[in-house]
């Protein structure tokens, strides 16, 4: 068991690298927009971004999914053929949705909730996301093929190209929010242009009608999933904008940004996992690996929350040596919903963990209906919260629906695949966590810097204490081949 936690161990840390790379270099954008563009400014960029998350969904048709799975077991058709019928059944969708809302652009916008003056924005979005969508299976062939490295270089060239032409375009041309989409679009471009070679090297133009509708009868279904799974991501910007204001979504998109951290931790566990669970599935002790992997996940992801809810003041009030600090002082309003949006991403985290059940089981039906409760729950909160507690509310709402799904996709794939995980270590530590979070916020304004290191040492030597984990177990994980 040991050596399968290290094989994933290791795949994560190589992925988890080039994810923190690639993330912290994004990052620094954040305080260059939020010292230069106005709270509106950076809410418009929030929006459109919103509604491109949602519509990345319609351009992929779930074939990424579909892919991962046939790819890796070969069921029916050949190698190229499983790289080739998902590749270009998203090229011909790809290019005949990015036609349409090039087009109709004065249209979008006004459905983006976006002035009819920068309906240009909506024309570099249409070919953004074609860019972006035709190289999803190439990029899943490299997970697949357990090429972390080449995929983390793809990766970092990518995020490097965006950020050096942002600071282009905005420190010296000085474009305005115009910049932000330029960079995208250059930057997804190159992208699509490093793939080229590996997008010949596994294409074929056979046709393998067998595969094609084994391929789209297990894709389907992650449509409805995956519009569900980004509507309860990122439609609150959306709703916010219509209830409240352009501003109000530029503070909430900016703090937002602030659980970097959480996200990062949880998206490189991902790219890990999916690929993880589907090829140690058939292994004797496989639910006792993957059940020690969410105690240990669980571990890690508390220890970020409470580092991060404690010293977020500190990190964006933090002056840079440049004007201004990492936060700019006109965000400063929306550091108390930090906390909440961290929670969410750990949340979404246990998430994706539980989902091994269900790829194994073939039991994808199931997923429109647990993402689609959940944000169907998180529409019609927005509307009940955001009115009376305005970006709390909407940060709560995010928070909520991936606690619906956690519960939702646990109920379904403890039927179909049981994992005796260790609950009442699992217990203990969001106890912990409770209790050490709930002292800091009883200390209040005398949750001074050393105070709130000496919470964070206490909350890390209780997991031991309590034998939540023992230091045998962290090592021998940690110290992989």
């Known amino acids: 068991m040991l050596d399968k936690l290290k094989s994933l161990s290791k795949d994560t840390m190589i992925y988890g690298t080039s994810t923190i790379i690639g993330r912290f270099l994004n990052f620094l954008l954040v305080p260059i927009y939020t010292n230069i563009f106005l709270p509106g400014e950076f809410g418009i960029i929030a929006n459109i971004y919103a509604y491109i998350a949602i519509l990345n969904v319609f351009f992929t048709i779930g074939l990424e ?69 035709i190289v999803v299976v ?29 600071l282009i375009f905005l420190m010296i041309f000085r474009f305005g929010i115009e910049s932000v989409f330029y960079s995208n679009l250059i930057s997804s471009i190159f992208t699509f242009l490093l793939l080229i070679p590996i997008i010949f090297k596994n294409i074929t133009f056979t046709f393998n009608k067998q595969l094609f509708k084994e391929l789209l009868r297990f894709s389907l279904p992650y449509i409805p999933a995956g519009i569900s799974s980004n509507i309860i991501q990122v439609i609150n910007r959306p709703i916010l904008t219509a209830l409240t204001n352009e501003s109000t979504v530029g503070i909430f998109q900016a ?53 991060l809810s404690l010293f977020i003041d500190n990190i964006a009030q933090y002056k840079l040596p440049f004007k201004g600090y990492l936060i700019g002082k006109a965000y400063w309003g929306g550091l108390f919903i930090v906390p909440i949006i961290l929670l969410s991403y750990f949340f979404y985290g246990i998430y994706i963990n539980l989902m091994a059940g269900i790829y194994i089981e073939k039991k994808t039906k199931y997923l429109p209906f647990i993402t689609g409760i959940a944000a169907a729950i998180n ?30 996709i646990y109920l379904v794939s403890q039927k179909y695949y049981f994992i005796k995980y260790e609950i009442s270590k699992i217990i203990s530590i969001f106890i912990l966590l409770a209790v050490f979070y709930g002292a800091y916020i009883m200390l209040g304004v005398y949750a001074f810097w050393y105070i709130k290191l000496m919470i964070l040492v206490c909350f890390t030597v209780s997991i031991f204490i309590f034998r939540v984990i023992d230091i045998k177990s962290v090592k021998a994980v940690i110290k992989f081949k």
Not at 284 to 296: G, W, Y
């Open 65 to 133: 999914s579909g892919f991962f799975k046939f790819a890796s077991t070969l069921e029916a058709g050949s190698k190229k053929e499983n790289f080739s019928h998902p590749f270009f059944g998203i090229l011909f969708n790809s290019l005949v949705l990015s036609s349409i809302l090039f087009l109709f652009s004065s249209d979008f916008a006004y459905l983006f909730q976006i002035d009819a003056s920068r309906n240009v924005l909506i024309k570099y979005t249409a070919i953004i996301l074609f860019f972006d969508a």
């Open 138 to 166: 190439p990029f899943a062939n490299l997970r697949l093929q357990r090429k972390p490295k080449l995929f983390a270089v793809i990766k970092i060239s990518n995020i490097a190209v965006n950020v050096i032409c942002n």
């Open 255 to 307: 703090n937002y940004k602030l659980g970097i951290l959480m996200m990062l931790f949880v998206s490189m566990f991902e790219f890990a996992w999916r690929p993880f669970f589907l090829q140690n599935a058939k292994e004797t002790n496989a639910k006792e690996i993957f059940s020690k992997v969410m105690t240990l996940f669980i571990i890690v992801a508390s220890f970020i929350f409470l580092t």
């Open 379 to 408: 529409v019609l909160l927005n509307f009940i919260l955001i009115p009376k507690m305005g970006m709390m509310g909407c940060a709560l709402t995010t928070l909520f629906s991936y606690i619906a799904m956690v519960i939702g």
